[in-house]
T-cell receptor
């Protein structure tokens, strides 16, 4: 079975400051990794994903995450946040090459960007 | 491409009642998964449907059941509602081909059980 731990439940940060959201996972098999964002009263939106290849993946809105197999981590970073980045962020894993699409999520990290 | 849609957006039921939630998949997607997101927690996998058959289930009791229709839309049915069933129910669609696991979520149905 897989499990995901998001080490910070809440991260307050000032506008234009950098932010890092930590994600560690546990799995006995290879996994794909995902970050989803959930804005207030909305569903989940895919932010970025790691399937294979380069361990550094980037989103179109300035977020990036790095897959570290030895540390079983997939931390999310943004060098300069905006007020609009206020949301909850979920890290998730899925068994690689599995027929099903079951995602296992962490508990989420709430980011509050302050002016 | 049309996105994933869910109905209703909000629902209030009383303990012991039954509820049906609906989901329309994103165009071209043949797999639907359902998740339960309790307040302050991450989503939990309920089950997945592919070609109208359940092909994966999480740790949920049998009173949680589902259907997938030929047009790939889906329903989640919950019988004998309990207070702990209060949550946001999310539907996600994907293409099973390639199985890279990228799922696209709908806005959710918020269920309150009184």
């Amino acid at each position: 079975a897989q499990s995901v731990t998001q080490l910070d439940s809440q991260v307050p940060v000032f506008e234009e400051a950098p932010v890092e959201l930590r994600c560690n996972y546990s799995s006995s098999v290879s996994v794909y990794l995902f970050w989803y964002v959930q804005y207030p009263n909305q569903g989940l939106q895919l932010l970025l994903k790691y399937l294979s290849g380069s361990t550094l993946v980037k989103s179109i809105n300035g977020f990036e995450a790095e897959f570290n197999k030895s540390q079983t981590s997939f931390h999310l970073r943004k060098p300069s946040v905006h007020i609009s980045d206020t949301a909850e962020y979920f890290c998730a894993v899925k068994k690689a090459k599995a027929a099903g699409n079951k995602l296992t999520f962490g508990g989420g990290t709430r980011v509050l960007v302050k002016p | 491409e049309t996105g994933v849609t869910q109905s209703p957006t909000h629902l209030i039921k009383t303990r012991g009642q039954q509820v049906t939630l609906r989901c329309s998949s994103q165009s071209g997607h043949n797999t639907v998964s359902w998740y339960q997101q309790a307040l302050g927690q991450g989503p939990q996998f309920i089950f997945q449907y592919y070609r109208e058959e359940e092909n994966g289930r999480g740790n949920f009791p049998p009173r949680f059941s589902g259907l997938q229709f030929p047009n790939y839309s889906s329903e989640l049915n919950v019988n004998a509602l309990e207070l702990d069933d209060s949550a946001l129910y999310l539907c996600a669609s994907s293409s099973l081909q390639g199985a890279n696991g990228t799922q696209y979520f709908g806005p959710g149905t918020r269920l309150l059980v009184l």
